[in-house]
């Protein structure tokens, strides 16, 4: 974490991961168009017609689908930028977002890892699930947590490769989960804060919700489990 000692400021570049969402990823590029954003790079997860963007976005296609964990690092390792902004494809910055000055939190705060958005719906609303503590409440103020959501998160990328990003065997569920815990074992902060705002609105396009989904889940909740608890309290908590 000692690229906050340096004298020059912080770079952030902004890393989407797409599939079959043409005109969701639209409005999440566009609202990246923001003082702070270096650059904005998107991955074309395999969409079944292939994601156009404007000439300054750095689209790289996938002949697969990777999922978000390997979408996620394969962005990345595409980065030269000192912190990552991750954004999902249907989620969008809010438009008076200061980057700027999320930037300077870590530059304030070299044990900084991740920063954890405010995520809400159109009509401001925030799903539980969503909200990087298990109450949503204290919504105003910045804290300490214990995790983040995916949706839009900025990461440290000297924390992020070090820990050698997210771990590719989660496709999906439960990623960001594992990172979490993986970033407090080393070491490194989590923070809350409602100045970091995205709006969600969750797309069915190119969302898998077969039976398959929930196997993945359970899959990936058992990994989880079994590697952070204790035998006894991990066939309890299963």
């Known amino acids: 974490m000692d690229d906050s000692k340096s004298n020059n400021p912080l770079t952030l570049d902004a890393l989407i991961v797409c599939y079959n969402r043409q005109l969701e990823v639209e409005l999440a590029v566009d609202s990246c168009s923001v003082i702070g ?45 000192d912190l990552l902004l991750f954004l999902d494809d ?53 804290r300490e947590v214990g995790y983040f959501v995916g949706c839009g998160f900025i990461i440290r990328t000297s924390v992020f490769k070090g820990l050698k990003g997210f771990d590719q065997s989660f496709f999906y569920a439960h990623e960001e989960t594992d990172l979490s815990l993986r970033v407090a074992l080393a070491g490194g902060r989590i923070t809350y ?21 929930f196997s993945r889940q359970m899959r990936n909740r058992k990994i989880l489990t079994w590697r952070n608890l204790p035998r006894p309290i991990s066939y309890f908590h299963l």
């Open 90 to 142: 249907d989620a969008e910055l809010s438009a008076n977002i200061d980057i700027p000055r999320l930037i300077e939190e870590f530059e304030l705060d070299p044990n900084l890892a991740i920063l954890a958005s405010l995520a809400t719906r159109d009509d401001g609303k925030i799903a539980k699930h969503e909200f990087p503590a298990r109450k949503v409440q204290e919504i105003e103020r910045p």
């Open 193 to 213: 804060n409602p100045a970091f705002q995205v709006t969600h609105r969750p797309s069915t396009h190119g969302r898998d919700l077969t039976a398959r989904n």
């Open 37 to 81: 954003v270096r650059r904005v790079y998107v991955l074309d997860n395999a969409s079944d017609v292939p994601v156009v963007l404007q000439p300054k976005v750095s689209l790289i296609r996938s002949h697969e689908n990777l999922g978000p964990s390997n979408g996620r690092n394969t962005l990345a390792r595409e980065s030269s930028a």
